[in-house]
């Protein structure tokens, strides 16, 4: 295993180091999902590290969302797949982070004259060009989303530019968005949509919203989103003012 073989030592940095290791199982998928982590004692031995600096390291990366534990019965790498809120990443990147191949599947990749409903959540005038994404979302060849995005042609001039990831073509045209509201409902998926995600109609999905803005203001996507209900966990840290 990648993680026995880390020449960790005792070093201040030891807990950070063991972090990286076992997230990096999880992105190489050494270890499946829903499968066991090697035992406390098993990982402290393995990397000359202390007990309590390998549980410490687990509790971080349990709180994270990458490994989930059963009271007696030991650690696992999470089957869920768990989006923390508060950052600003792209289905793409997420999909990485958990050692999962995304991949997109096109319904329409076009571009046109803007709706007025369209209009107002972009700050668009009559007439301007948008191009319109719709598509299903896979991780590892399994449906988790579907994703509907409308993005200014001022901002994305050919539809044609973004051929799996929108947020890294944007990333090459420097218009990589900066900050977003995001708006969650729950809803239950219909008939279209519970057959494209492979689930039963009626089954429980995560109705996401995000209008994304770049630093001067300027609206750089709308996106409606269908997240299976039975996959994901959106997780936000909390603060008090
Ligand atoms: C998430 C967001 C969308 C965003 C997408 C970009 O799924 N909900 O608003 O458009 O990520 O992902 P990618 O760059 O993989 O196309």
């Known amino acids: 295993r990648r993680i026995c073989q880390d020449p960790a030592t005792h070093q201040p940095l030891a807990y950070l180091r063991l972090r990286r290791a076992i997230r990096n199982i999880v992105e190489h998928r050494d270890i499946e999902p829903g499968q066991a982590l090697p035992s406390e004692r098993d990982l402290s031995q393995a990397l000359k590290l202390s007990r309590v600096t390998v549980r410490k390291a687990i509790a ?25 809120m508060s950052r600003l990443t792209s289905f793409t990147e997420d999909l990485h982070e958990r050692g999962l191949h995304p991949r997109s599947e096109f319904f329409e990749r076009g571009i046109g004259e803007v709706t007025p409903e369209e209009s107002m959540a972009l700050n668009l005038s009559p007439g301007s060009l948008v ?39 944007l990333e090459k045209l420097n218009a990589r968005p900066r900050r977003a509201l995001q708006r969650l409902r729950a809803v239950s998926l219909n008939a279209q949509q519970a057959r494209l995600l492979h689930v039963a109609v009626g089954s429980a999905g995560l109705s996401i919203e995000r209008r994304s803005f770049l630093d001067d203001g300027r609206v750089v996507e709308f996106t409606c989103s269908w997240y299976r209900g039975d996959i994901y966990d959106f997780v936000a840290e909390l603060q008090t003012d």
């Open 131 to 169: 191009v319109r994404l719709h598509r299903v979302r896979y991780g590892q060849d399994e449906p988790l989303a579907i994703e509907r995005s409308v993005v200014p042609a001022s901002v994305l001039p050919d539809p044609l530019l973004v051929h799996d990831s929108l947020y890294e073509a």
């Open 60 to 84: 971080g990366l349990v709180e994270e969302g990458l490994l989930t534990q059963r009271h007696g019965a030991g650690t696992f790498i999470a089957e869920r797949i768990v989006k923390p």
